[in-house]
């Protein structure tokens, strides 16, 4: 029993740590989004409303930023905070964020047109499908 709840502190301790460490990465980053594009698209047989930015994402800091799958997503909302979430990513926009900044594609959909009033683009920990670091 004793084992147990060490094993589950233990993972509550990493997981706040974890959240908290990507959360804090909004006051770390300039995301700067230009809308490319609207559009639609049909997702596995569903049809859905989406817009492309074109994002530069740039560092506030000197230490080396995490911008992956596992960390959080971009996610775009609109000036009454209504979120969209990625659908598409260009790679260039992911892995580590050193000096300089990191350019590419991203665009984001919805059931409905409200993807249209998408202004502004962030970088959040609140995703879906948050991928699982592999084992060693």
Known sequence: MKKLSTVLLSSLVLFSFSSVAAEDLHSKLIIQAIPSSEGT???EGQP???????????SNIKKPIELTGFVGCYKAFDDKGKEF???????????????????????????????????????SS?????????NK
């Not at 609140?126 to 592999?134: F, V, Y």
Request: aromatic fraction near 12%.
């Open 41 to 43: 698209v049909v997702v």
């Open 48 to 58: 859905k409303y989406e817009k492309t930015f074109k994002v530069t994402v740039y």
């Open 85 to 123: 979430d990625e659908r598409t990513v260009q790679l260039d926009l992911l892995g580590t964020l050193k000096e300089g900044a990191k350019e590419g594609k991203v665009s984001f959909v919805s059931d409905d047109e409200s993807v249209y009033n998408a202004k502004f683009v962030k970088w």
């Open 126 to 134: 609140q995703c879906p499908g948050l991928a699982k670091r592999p």
